[in-house]
């Protein structure tokens, strides 16, 4: 009985636990050609849109976009092409296989046949074991699904023998979990996205051909069933905006395949992928063509994001998905258009403009604010992060992965318009937590630091308590308050570094620090100001003009601190690219075993910088305050704010 019972309990739990799209996927449904993204009836149907618009103009970008890389002409061989660099190609086979596809191109098709040639024949796919061996298979399997009846017979033994063999290797690392990508930490980042994803197109594109295909696909669905429940249920990113776009057009270009073989109810009843078009659109800076850049991501986005966010909007019906993507569009003149774009648009959906949306939201997960005075071009928006470097969710399910994360925890910055006023220093060659507007005790910042990949391992073993933040919105006004210590390794922990945070309008942000140290520890504080800020010496110690046509100045109060202000200069790195920044450093220190409170304020005073004081008076935790929105009394103990 009580093995019956115990077998009776293994079975309900499989039941209740197993991801519906696990027991649901039926893939007896790939038998015609085409069957990737498409089939017969619904490529008719993209054919006969070539003419009208949007989609003319899609498919000029999708041709423009194949030319520049793939260059003048077919390289003969990939041997010296790196896992970044091999890419180029593999999306440009992409590109003109699908103009192709819609077109009947000649021109195009033969340089389809020429890529096949050359990626079937390689010896190796760069390391054969990422993501450029990822997008290669993608790319040759949906050529071989599209253009299954038009290839040669010779031709398509050489491509279907290459995706045998490659989707074997990927299947394998991800069975095995011989590669970081395939292993728990792997969970949270892009390169697993991407790597499962291109294993489960091969099999879609195989299947019915060879008895492995199966298998595949059953290893690709195992992976995703792990990582979809682990993704932020807010929609915000914790690798930034840049590899967002990456990774979730990977996870788009999952299940978007995997639709007619499971439905699409997996990916709405995500909360990540129901939400983060939301996350996208709050994480715009104002006037729509750049976002903000945090994490290890610049200011663009890698891929769209408009096939993304037309993607969502057509599954959750969400308009503002689509106002955004042609709104993106609009302000990079089309350059960032895929050949998705063509495919998921939904012309029957109406864009709708975000003016009736608050200006505020707070992802909680990762301790997110991101708040604006108003969605103008010209308006200010105002970022805080305060979670753990995964988010509460994955670690509170003991997962500690993403690699593209930062020592950040309790960063602010501040933009007006598209350009930023406060911010970190950008992605330098090696991660540290003064690279951020963030104190470091000792000269020690957060855990994690100090190499180029965050240090999971680190953070995971070292790290003290992370409660979640207390977040209030008011009228006209959002608060944070959190406890910090226990993202600093023991060595230098102090007992408390409570930062408390109060945005006014969305535009002009006051900052309480109560430092209380463990010993006696020195206390470093930096702040990252745009390049033109400067002191202001008549007007007190901790005055910096940050911008005068805007008028916005920084106010930094905090006894027994010393103040130094000079200019730095670092090389950023994004996607294999070093980038110059330059900039201006306002750093405060003090070396006491003392409690220390430090204030800290971002905003435009009444006279700007020829009168650059915010602050009036401290009374206790409460501060009264001076901006051009009005004088106010900010209570940081209840982050309540009075307008006086």
């Known amino acids: 009985m009580r093995i019956k019972s115990v077998l009776t309990a293994l079975v309900l739990f499989s039941i209740l636990f197993v991801p519906c799209s696990v027991l649901a996927a039926d893939y007896s449904v790939f038998r015609e050609r ?6 017969k009836t619904r490529l008719n149907e993209l054919r006969s849109l070539k003419d009208r618009q949007p989609f003319a103009d899609f498919l000029r970008i999708i041709r423009k976009r194949a030319r520049s890389l793939i260059g003048t002409r077919v390289p003969n061989n990939l041997l010296l092409l790196n896992d970044e660099a091999l890419r180029r190609p593999a999306d440009g086979l992409v590109d003109y296989s699908f103009y192709h596809l819609i077109t009947g191109d000649n021109p195009s098709w033969m340089v389809v046949q020429d890529l096949l040639r050359t990626f079937s024949s390689s010896p190796r796919w760069a390391s ?3 993501i450029g061996a990822a997008h290669s298979l993608f790319a040759v399997s949906l ?22 063999e490659h989707a074997e290797i990927l299947n394998e690392i991800i069975r095995t979990k011989k590669v970081w990508w395939a292993q728990e930490r792997g969970y949270l980042q892009n390169h697993n996205y991407v790597n ?29 069933s792990r990582v979809l429940p682990l993704l932020s249920p807010d929609g915000a990113s914790h690798e930034g905006v840049g590899y967002w776009s990456y990774g979730t057009l990977w996870l788009l270009n999952y299940y978007m395949a995997m639709a007619p ?21 709050y994480a715009s800076l104002p006037g729509f063509q750049y976002n903000i850049d945090f994490a290890d991501s610049p200011k663009i986005d890698f891929y769209g994001p408009g096939a993304i966010l037309r993607c969502l909007g057509h599954i959750f019906k969400d308009g503002h998905a689509q106002w955004l993507a042609a709104e993106i569009e609009k302000k990079r003149r089309m350059s960032t258009v895929l050949w998705q774009d063509y495919v998921w648009y939904d012309p029957e959906l109406k864009p709708q403009g975000p003016q009736a949306l608050p200006l505020h939201a707070w992802f909680g997960n990762l301790g997110i604010l991101l708040t604006r005075s108003s969605w103008e071009a010209d308006a200010s928006l105002v970022f805080f992060k305060c979670g753990p470097p995964q988010g509460f969710h994955a670690q509170s399910r003991g997962i500690y992965a993403g690699s593209h994360i930062q020592p950040d925890a309790g960063h ?12 970190d220093d950008g992605f330098l060659l090696k991660k540290f937590s003064i690279n951020h507007n963030i104190p470091v005790f000792n000269k020690i910042g957060q855990l994690g630091e100090g190499t180029a990949v965050f240090n999971l391992y680190d953070y995971k073993k070292g790290k003290g308590a992370t409660p979640k933040p207390r977040f209030v919105s008011g009228d006209g006004y959002q608060g944070v308050v959190v ?15 409570e930062r408390a945070v109060v945005v006014i309008n969305g535009q002009d942000i006051f900052v309480r620090d109560r430092i209380v140290p463990s010993g006696v520890t020195e206390i470093v504080y930096p702040i990252h100001i745009y390049r033109k800020g400067r002191l202001v010496p008549d007007a007190g110690e901790g005055k910096v003009c940050i911008d005068r046509e805007s008028g916005y100045t920084l106010n930094f109060l905090g006894q027994g601190f010393n103040a130094s202000f000079e200019r730095y200069a670092g090389l950023l790195q994004y996607m294999g690219k070093k980038i110059p920044r330059t900039g201006m450093l306002y750093q405060a220190d003090r070396k006491t075993a003392t409690a220390s409170v430090m204030y800290t304020a971002v905003g435009r005073t009444v ?22 929105s009005g004088k106010f009394r900010i209570d940081f103990t209840r982050l309540v704010v009075d307008k006086l």
Do not use: H
Not at 156 to 164: E, G, N, S, T
């Open 196 to 224: 499962s994803g291109a294993l489960a197109v091969a099999g879609i594109a195989l299947y019915g051909e060879d008895s492995r295909a199966t298998k595949w696909l059953n290893t690709a669905q195992a992976n995703f």
């Open 128 to 130: 054969n074991e990422d």
């Open 34 to 39: 085409p069957r990737l993204y498409f089939d």
């Open 607 to 628: 006279d700007g910088c020829a009168d650059p004081v915010l602050f009036d008076s401290v009374d206790g935790d409460s501060l009264d305050v001076v901006c051009r």
């Open 143 to 164: 050529a071989y699904d599209w253009f299954y009846n038009d290839l040669s017979s010779a031709l398509r033994l050489m491509v279907k023998d290459a995706i045998i």
């Open 483 to 497: 406890e910090l210590a226990g993202y600093y390794p023991s060595s230098v922990r102090p007992k408390s570094w």
């Open 412 to 423: 602010f910055g501040v933009w007006l318009g598209k350009g930023s006023l406060v911010n």
């Open 261 to 281: 073989a499971q439905g699409l109810e997996v990916v709405r009843d995500s909360g990540f992928l129901r939400n983060t078009a939301k996350f996208r659109l």
